[in-house]
């Protein structure tokens, strides 16, 4: 099935937490973001934030030669921590 | 097992080559029917170029740099999205205009430029370079 993927209009609407927890990953000009319970890789065009296909970047990442995305790993790992210990938080209260 | 790894292989390629493609249309403002109408398939196709779910033949990879007027080696280079992204947030294009005037840019130089790139030193930059986009592709 297709799949729709987002675009975000505004910094303010993208990184306000309320939309969905987001990070930039480190080094790159990558964002994370969680949309329903799955994350969505975003770029930055303008005033625009621009969902691609998860194996789009990973492969970008992956054959990288200039940028250090060594340490993306990690960073989404901690970032989905985040995410989990956030919605835990949020089903207990 | 060699037939997979070469298979791994090729839908890696397939998916990056997807990305900058993406990249290519959206900091364009196109939407997949416009770069489809250029191509001359549908914009399910485009999609499936996007995402890496169909290889590209040299013929629609030629295609596709010719609508961007975009050099082949910058679709074929895993650094492309890293690099543009980083001269577009220093403002080193004219985002000012609607359409936007991103041409044949030599990535190597880009990228040397991208290292130090500083917004300040930009500001008032503009590259005036040519863009059939699927206005002027029309007409």
């Known amino acids: ?93 | 097992m060699r037939k997979q790894i070469h298979q791994t292989a090729e839908d890696q390629l397939n998916k990056m080559i997807g990305a900058n493609l993406r990249y290519c249309r959206v900091l364009r403002k196109l939407s997949m029917t416009d770069v489809a109408q250029f191509i001359g398939v549908t914009h399910q196709q485009v999609y499936k170029y996007e995402t890496g779910l169909n290889s590209l033949t040299i013929f629609r990879l030629k295609q596709f740099a010719d609508f961007f007027k975009e050099e082949i080696k910058n679709l074929l280079n895993p650094d492309y999205i890293s690099i543009m992204c980083r001269l577009v947030e220093a403002n080193f294009f004219n985002t000012s205009e609607t359409e936007m005037k991103i041409g044949s840019v030599d990535l190597s130089t880009m990228s040397d430029l991208s290292k130090n790139v500083k917004v300040k030193d930009f500001q008032n930059t503009t590259l005036h370079l040519k863009f059939a986009g699927a206005n002027n592709g029309n007409n």
């Open chain 1, 1 to 93: 099935m297709r799949r729709i993927y987002k675009t975000i209009i505004g910094e303010t609407v993208f990184l306000n937490n309320e939309t969905g927890y987001c990070k930039r990953l480190e080094g790159t000009p990558w964002y994370i973001k969680d949309l329903n319970h799955t994350s969505g890789y975003f770029l930055r065009i303008g005033n625009t934030f621009k969902e691609f296909p998860a194996a789009c970047f990973e492969n970008t990442a992956v054959a990288s030669k200039e940028f250090d995305f060594s340490n993306v790993k990690e960073q989404i790992n901690q970032f989905n921590q985040e995410v989990n210990y956030a919605k835990a938080n949020s089903s207990n209260s």
